[in-house]
Nanobody, 119 residues
Framework: VQLVESGGGLVQPGGSLRLSCAAS????????MRWHRQAPGKERELVAS??????????NYADSVKGRFTISRDNAKSTVYLQMNSLKPEDTAVYYC???????????WGQGTQVTVSS
């Protein structure tokens, strides 16, 4: 199983980034996919989630990113995305991709990608 994040970097406040997470080694479409983030000195927090194909890909967002971030998935490419707009300095964190299938006790994590929002 592999989850490989990409797309992080340094961006100015108000800018945009798109994170990607390429998955392999499991049936991607059957998994709940989530983006979490962890800022220095803080606990890891859930940013956004998108349901499996059986749930119609229902999405949920943390209040802090609603209206600014969009999660999406391409099951044919086994990839989940996080489009981040109107970025703020408080969005600075390491962003982690997570694949979960609770009924099968499956839970996988990527290695993380750094996002820094600074002028």
């Amino acid at each position: 199983v592999q989850l490989v994040e990409s797309g992080g970097g340094l961006v100015q406040p108000g800018g945009s980034l798109r994170l990607s997470c390429a998955a392999s080694g499991f049936t991607f479409s059957s998994y709940l996919m989530r983006w979490h983030r962890q800022a220095p000195g803080k606990e890891r927090e859930l940013v956004a989630s998108i349901g499996s194909i059986s749930t119609g890909g229902r999405t949920n967002y943390a209040d802090s990113v609603k209206g600014r971030f969009t999660i999406s998935r391409d099951n044919a490419k086994s990839t989940v995305y996080l489009q981040m707009n109107s970025l703020k300095p408080e969005d600075t964190a390491v962003y982690y991709c997570n694949a979960a299938r609770p009924a099968y006790y499956a839970n996988y994590w990527g290695q993380g990608t750094q996002v820094t929002v600074s002028s």
